[in-house]
């Protein structure tokens, strides 16, 4: 266990890396960070504060390992499933970016980035499925494709919200999903 003066040093050395990450300033960041973690090595989000460090650096396997280890540590912190869920879209990882989002609405629905990283991501996803769907002897129209897609991105928030038990705000992405698209199969059952 560290000493009380590590843990102020601790603090330090994650504030001097917070103004080091808001500043642009990446390298000194994470050499802050790690000062930090050496200091207190179990603490969630000197962790999280890294792997932004190294997501911003483009070093997306460095930024993956701190997001994971700092989501095994705390699994309640809404930061560490989204900031792992961008990770893994830029490693072209989508759907364990799906279940991070996803994860990180659970914890925290009223999460604005992780809801609009979510429903971007979706549109892509749904993108894909348009395109093998438009081809020459497709039935579908590119409104009612537009229609299915918001009412997926509908759909899957209300089973986040559902499965965080925000049964109110849950019953209301869904009816939402229903009024975009009433005939479609998934959304009934």
Do not use: W
């Not at 603090?11 to 994470?30: C, P, R, T, W």
């Not at 650096?57 to 994971?68: H, Q």
């Amino acid at each position: 266990m560290a000493r009380e003066f590590d843990k102020i040093t601790a603090a330090e050395h994650f504030s001097y890396g917070k103004v080091y990450l808001d500043q642009g300033e990446y390298q000194n960041a994470i050499e802050e960070f790690h000062r930090s973690l050496t200091l207190d090595p179990e603490n969630a989000n000197v962790l999280i504060s890294l792997g932004r460090g190294y997501l911003s650096m483009r070093n997306f396997e460095e930024a993956s390992k701190c997001f994971e280890k700092a989501t095994e540590m705390a699994p309640e912190f809404a930061d560490g499933h989204y900031y792992l869920g961008l990770t893994y879209l830029e490693l072209n990882m989508k759907e364990k970016a799906i279940n991070e989002f996803k994860e990180s609405l659970n914890i925290n629905p009223k999460y604005i980035a992780a809801k609009n990283a979510f429903g971007q991501l979706m549109r892509t996803v749904d993108r894909k499925t348009q395109d093998i769907e438009n081809e020459p002897n497709s039935l579908l129209h590119s409104e009612d494709t537009n229609e299915t897609k918001q009412a997926n991105i509908h759909f899957h928030l209300g089973n986040a919200l559902f499965q965080k038990h925000l049964h109110q705000e849950a019953l209301m992405e869904y009816k939402e999903a229903v009024r975009l698209r009433p005939n479609y199969p998934e959304i009934r059952e």
